[in-house]
Each structure stands twice: as structure tokens, then as C-alpha cells.
């Protein structure tokens, strides 16, 4: 049974009234930027893709063009909307392709005011204010979050191409297992087991040490623009700004951000890179060595790190983005997340309306299990080439 998390939001209340006012400020120098995700505090609604930390490695980068937006409904207070922009123009969230669920940010009661303000409300302050972007394209966004709904998912938004998948955690792994094919799971991960063990010592790391941090993530680098390569996917780790950002948000030793690896007599041959914010233990990135592919590295590790999600006290293990049968083989519960474009400009409405119809057309390609694996093997032929 799947349990299908987004469309299943508390009905918005609609009112009848004028619309309530809302203003914007636009902040796009970097200190100032850096100074409102500092400001975020443990009592407001974010994700984990909104974290402080997570904000803060982001706009230190080289070349970050924060503008983050400070909406805020009459009578209430400031709603951050943490955004960059791009050398296109185009605004997103900050993070872009390594944010996978994204809200605002801010008190339960004013995310609530700013979303009983409506869309008119909130698409006339944009209009009015002067934003320095052609368009704002906000994806992968929850629709709801702590039963809050979301202020910039509109009418006019479409699901995002790709779900995410995960499953609750009610108890230790024994009780996990027996409503997540428990026998079958134990038995694989022993052959598997067996296998590694007879060719050498086998290590888990939950989590990664901070000291080997870099030594693990450079490894990471590497597996996955190999797997990337053999795909014939573009690597989205391979820019030196994404791996800086990386560097530094797993490298602090914080435990909202962890890495855990598998070695076999002190070599890694997997690694995934985690958050956890809210209960929600999430994998946002993992890889690993295709030289022991027989032995399954990449799912002893995950299976590894649930138990450990499981003994540190857990309420989801979510394997964010994507859907393939390994994660299926865990999960009943899919989460669609919402994209929503917004033109500023003549080129910034035809792009919004571009992109609107690109999410449209990937997602209907994706839900399509038989063009989706043809146009998958088709890409790997070209990357052959």
C-alpha cells in the first residue's frame, strides 16, 4: 500500500474578503543574507533544506547571488523565502538541484496568515516589489509541512517530474522488518555479508568520523561521476561549488548533517550522505564501488544505517528523490512535491511557461514505466558511445 503524502493537505480556507495585504523585501547582499539564515531559530517551521547550516554553507560559495525574500502578511511577521539567483536570471531556492524539499521559512502563525492571504495577495506584493530576476521557479516543494500549508504552492503549480520515497520508523529494526519483507531482507544481507567478510575485514561508520569527512567525500566524488558517467547522466556533484558546499556542511561534525560509510580492510567502497531535521533521517546523496557490485555495498549500507536511524530514535528514514526498486522495497509512502514558476519579465513568463510544461512532460515520461526505461536505455547506449 502506498500512502500518497501531498494533495492530502487540510483544505485551504478560501475567504470571501478582500485580499490581506502583503508586503516584500528583497535582501541580495551576502552578509545580509548570511545574517537571516543565522536568525532562523529552533521554534520556526524549515526543512532541512532551509536549515541555518544548510543556508549558510550554500550563500558562502563562490559565486552565490543570494536574494532571499522577506514576505509578511498585515499584522504579522516576516516569511523567508530563501532564494538565489542564477546567470539566466531564473530565481530558485538555494541549494538548486540538492534541495528536495523545500518551504519557507518562519512562526508557525505567520506562514499560516501569509497563506490565508492567498495567491493574489502574494503574486501583487511580488509584482510590486522590485526583485532583480526574470522569474522565480520555486520546485520540489512540500505542499504541506507540520500541518501548514504552503503560501507558494498556487493553483497554477504542477507536481514536480520526480517523487520521494520512505517509511515510517515504529520501533527497533525487528519491529521494522516485519512489515518491510524482515525475512527476505535478513537473509540477503547474510549472503551478502558472507561474501564481503570472506575478502576481508568489513567496517560500518555511523556516522563518519569529522577527521575523515574529506577523505570520504572525495571518495563519494569519485564513484558517483564514474556512475554518472556510465548512465549518461550529467554529474551534478562534478563543479567545484557543489563540492565545496558539501565539504563544508558535512565537515563541522554537526549531527544534522552525516555522512556514513562501508569499508572493506579500510578502503570505502560506499558511502551516502544523510540529513536529519525534525524526526526525518533523509539520504541525499550515496554511491558506491562497482568493483564488489556482486557483494551489494550500496544496500548492506543502507540496510546498516536504517538499524542505526532505528537506535537513535527516528520517526521517518525518507530516500529522498527518486524512485527505484530499492527503495521500493522499503517504502509505502510517496511524497509529490509542487513546482511553482512565476514570470517577472516577457522572457521570464515564457521561460515559467516553458518550464511548467518541461515538469509536465518529464513527469508523465517518468510515470510511464515502459518509455521511461527505454529512454533510459538509451542514454546509457549514448554514453557508450
Known sequence: MVDVTSHMAPPRRVSKAAPASVSVDVVTDIEAARAAAAAITPNMVFTGYQHPAFLSAWV?????????????????????????????????????????GNFPVGRREDI?????????????????????????????????????????????????????LSFAIDGDLDTVLKTHGGKSKRKKMRSYRRKL???GTVEFLHPVPTEQVPRFLDRFFALKAERFRQAGIANVFGDERTRTFLRDLFGDGAL????????????????????????????????FDAAHAATRPGELLFYSTIAHACETGADIFDFGIGDEPYKRSWCDIETVHMDTTIGLTLTGKARAFAQ??????????????????????????????
Not at 501569509?114 to 526583485?131: N, P, R, V, Y
Open 112 to 164: 499560516a496568515a501569509l497563506s490565508d492571504a492567498g495567491e493574489t495577495a502574494i503574486l501583487s506584493a511580488i509584482k510590486a516589489a522590485d526583485i532583480p530576476a526574470s522569474s522565480l521557479f520555486l520546485e520540489r516543494q512540500h505542499e504541506n509541512w507540520q500541518n501548514i500549508a504552503n503560501p507558494f504552492v498556487f493553483a497554477s503549480s504542477v507536481a514536480s517530474p520526480n517523487i520521494a
Open 356 to 385: 511548467t510544461n518541461r515538469s509536465r512532460a518529464v513527469r508523465a515520461i517518468k510515470s510511464n514505466e515502459r518509455v521511461w526505461s527505454a529512454v533510459k536505455t538509451a542514454r546509457r547506449a549514448l554514453a557508450r558511445r
Open 256 to 287: 544534522d548533517h552525516t555522512l556514513h560509510g562501508l569499508t572493506l580492510d579500510g578502503s570505502i567502497i560506499a558511502v551516502i550522505g544523510c540529513t536529519s531535521h525534525g524526526g526525518r533521517m533523509t539520504v541525499e546523496f550515496g554511491s
Open 60 to 100: 558562502g560559495t563562490a559565486g552565490c547571488a543570494p536574494m532571499f525574500l522577506k514576505f509578511a502578511a498585515a499584522g504579522h511577521g516576516p516569511v523567508l523565502l530563501p532564494l538565489e539567483r542564477c546567470d539566466n536570471g531564473v530565481a530558485g531556492y538555494c541549494g538548486g538541484r540538492h534541495a528536495n
Open 197 to 199: 567478510d570472506a575478502m
